[in-house]
């Protein structure tokens, strides 16, 4: 890596709009789909045209926002590996300004598909391309393998978004994630891709234990920790069976609060 030409480690890049961000975490089940449809639906509350693509083949972002993955005429499979255009793939969702690219089970296909595709890694910054001028921000819900879905997700931001669980062995899939993050920015793939943003979610306020993970998680990570931490809250848990974001379904629960949270502090570190 020594020889790599300086690749930039500052994490104070100016942003401006559009943001693309990359929501990823090497871990399951840590809250990344979560933080994406919640983050997503505050910031179009926000006035601001927000694209969710969902890069996971389990659709759950797609479903999460009210979308049924199985009645779909295109989805990202189609736009990685057929040729569909993005502008045809997206789909409106219950919240003005805030749109999905949804998935549906043939992109756990595409992982293999796409190793014989020209370009394979740059599929979708291209999508992303021929519709960035229509959005303010575009989320990328990042499956939690690293395969060429996951590299496609990072060759495609200019940011990645961290949410890290407030349990034991949180830390565990946030290493492999900077290793990642760090290959993808030396290949030559996306030189200025930076970890921007970590969100401390799934707090659990009656342990110590969460107390603890998040001093230890500042300590390490210093400002790009949001101030922001989201609680564990059930009704964040059941939102997404009802197929809407937590900002419709309680928009006055703990969840829908510390997300609307985390989308100012997000929007926050935007020029303007
Ligand atoms: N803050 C939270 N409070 C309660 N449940 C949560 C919270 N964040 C996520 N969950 C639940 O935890 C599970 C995993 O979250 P999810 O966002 O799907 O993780 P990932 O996308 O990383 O696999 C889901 O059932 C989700 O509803
Ligand atoms: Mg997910």
Same mark, same amino acid.
């Given at each position: 890596?020594?020889d790599?030409?300086?690749?930039?480690?500052?994490?104070h890049?100016?942003k401006?709009?559009p943001?693309?961000?990359?929501?990823?975490?090497q871990k399951?089940?840590v809250?990344?789909t979560?933080?994406?449809?919640?983050?997503?639906?505050?910031?179009?509350?926000?006035?601001?045209?927000?694209?969710?693509?969902?890069?996971?083949?389990?659709?759950?972002?797609?479903?999460?926002?009210?979308?049924?993955?199985?009645?779909?005429?295109h989805?990202?499979?189609?736009?990685?590996?057929?040729?569909?255009?993005?502008?045809?793939?997206?789909?409106?969702?219950?919240v003005? &300004?805030?749109?999905?690219?949804p998935?549906?089970?043939?992109?756990?296909?595409?992982?293999?598909?796409?190793?014989?595709?020209? &370009? /394979? @890694?740059?599929?979708?910054?291209?999508?992303?391309?021929s519709?960035?001028?229509?959005?303010?921000?575009?989320?990328?819900?990042?499956?939690?393998?690293?395969?060429?879905?996951?590299?496609?997700?990072?060759?495609?931001?200019?940011?990645?978004?961290?949410p890290?669980?407030? @349990?034991?062995?949180?830390?565990?899939?946030?290493?492999?994630?900077?290793? &990642?993050?760090?290959?993808?920015?030396?290949?030559?793939l996306?030189?200025?891709?930076?970890?921007?943003?970590?969100?401390?979610?799934?707090?659990d306020?009656?342990?110590?234990?969460s @107390?603890?993970?998040?001093?230890?998680?500042?300590?390490?990570?210093?400002?790009?920790?949001?101030?922001?931490?989201?609680?564990?809250?059930?009704?964040?848990?059941?939102?997404?069976?009802?197929?809407?974001?937590i900002?419709?379904?309680?928009?006055?629960? /703990?969840?829908?609060?510390?997300?609307?949270?985390?989308?100012?502090?997000?929007?926050?570190a935007?020029?303007?």
């Amino acid at each position: 890596m020594s020889d790599a030409p300086n690749p930039p480690t500052d994490t104070h890049q100016a942003k401006t709009l559009p943001r693309v961000i990359a929501i990823a975490n090497q871990k399951g089940g840590v809250g990344k789909t979560t933080t994406t449809i919640n983050t997503g639906a505050a910031l179009a509350d926000m006035g601001l045209r927000t694209l969710i693509v969902d890069l996971d083949p389990q659709g759950n972002a797609s479903s999460g926002l009210g979308i049924d993955t199985r009645s779909l005429e295109h989805s990202m499979y189609h736009v990685l590996l057929h040729g569909v255009s993005m502008e045809d793939c997206v789909e409106p969702t219950d919240v003005r &300004n805030l749109f999905v690219a949804p998935a549906s089970l043939d992109l756990a296909g595409a992982e293999i598909e796409l190793v014989s595709t020209f &370009n /394979r @890694e740059l599929q979708l910054r291209n999508a992303i391309h021929s519709v960035i001028d229509d959005y303010d921000y575009v989320l990328i819900d990042c499956p939690p393998s690293l395969g060429l879905l996951s590299v496609n997700g990072l060759a495609a931001a200019d940011e990645v978004l961290l949410p890290i669980q407030c @349990e034991y062995f949180a830390l565990e899939g946030v290493g492999q994630l900077i290793t &990642n993050v760090g290959r993808i920015r030396t290949s030559g793939l996306n030189p200025t891709l930076e970890i921007s943003t970590i969100a401390c979610v799934m707090y659990d306020s009656r342990t110590k234990l969460s @107390e603890e993970v998040v001093t230890d998680i500042r300590d390490h990570f210093g400002d790009k920790v949001l101030r922001t931490v989201v609680p564990r809250n059930v009704r964040l848990s059941e939102a997404p069976r009802h197929g809407q974001p937590i900002t419709l379904y309680d928009p006055s629960s /703990r969840g829908a609060i510390a997300y609307r949270d985390i989308a100012q502090e997000v929007h926050d570190a935007t020029k303007h």
